[in-house]
């Protein structure tokens, strides 16, 4: 069964330094989401990206969060310099369409950073 | 915001069916609805959608009263592995998927 894989599954890292978190979505997929979830709270979106450009982002995905598709089979999160309370489970997915019938979003297991 | 209304937590015994109630009575005509789950810190697993009718797959049956204005996730045989954060959600216009809190359930032997 096709899955998003994420890497890595966990990180640790300094305060104020940079991170890219690495996902390949489903092959077919053409829309692409990064979500977070800090350890005992909601899972809450961050960005959507679709034909190389953001779609949507929330109020978290702030100057500090950027996305790429560097290629045609990965898609990065990087925080350019992360801070404490960037420490949480980031969490791939991708979608087939976003018309409503199809737009079945599937989930990677999440990469871990811990901000120390 | 969620526009779900879920409890906060459930106990089922193994072997029985797991019935898990969602309110979203303020759904649009064409909003479908979504239920994931969520086993420990791994990523939301999606579980079943629909928009008018009942459906069923491999995991689970999703009941949606006539008025659209609640719904049901039957886990028709509870396992110990069930035991997970399960997520009604309605799809809001947009890219956006809004997680609420979601039902804590626990299977127990």
């Known amino acids: 069964e096709p899955e998003v894989t994420q890497t890595p599954s966990h990180q640790v890292t300094q305060m104020g330094q940079e991170v890219i978190l690495r996902c390949v979505p489903i092959?077919?997929?053409?829309?692409f989401y990064w979500y977070r979830q800090i350890l005992g709270q909601k899972v809450e979106f961050l960005v959507s990206?679709?034909?190389?450009?953001?779609?949507?982002k929330s109020e978290i995905f702030d100057d500090q969060f950027s996305v790429e598709r560097p290629d045609g089979s990965n898609f990065t999160l990087k925080i350019r310099s992360t801070k404490l309370e960037d420490s949480a489970m980031y969490f791939c997915?991708?979608?087939?369409?976003?018309?409503?019938?199809?737009?079945?979003?599937?989930f990677g297991e999440g990469s871990w950073l811990t901000v120390v | 915001d969620a526009k779900t209304t879920q409890p906060t937590s459930m106990d089922c015994a193994e072997g029985r069916a797991a019935n898990l109630p969602c309110n979203h009575s303020?759904?649009?005509?064409?909003?479908?609805v979504y239920w994931y789950r969520q086993i420990h810190s791994q990523g939301p697993q999606y579980i079943i959608h629909?928009?008018?009718n009942n459906e069923t797959n491999e995991m689970a049956s999703l009941i949606i009263t006539e008025d659209r204005k609640s719904s049901t996730l039957i886990l028709p045989h509870a396992t110990l592995r069930d035991t997970a954060v399960y997520y009604c959600?309605?799809?809001?216009?947009?890219?956006?998927?809004?997680f609420g809190a979601g039902t804590r359930l626990f299977v127990k032997a």
């Open positions: 997915a991708s979608s087939l369409s976003r018309g409503r019938s199809g737009n079945t979003i599937y």
């Open positions: 092959s077919n997929h053409l829309y």
């Open positions: 990206f679709y034909n190389n450009e953001i779609s949507e």
């Open positions: 303020t759904i649009s005509g064409n909003e479908y």
């Open positions: 629909g928009l008018k």
């Open positions: 959600i309605v799809r809001v216009e947009g890219f956006k998927t809004i």
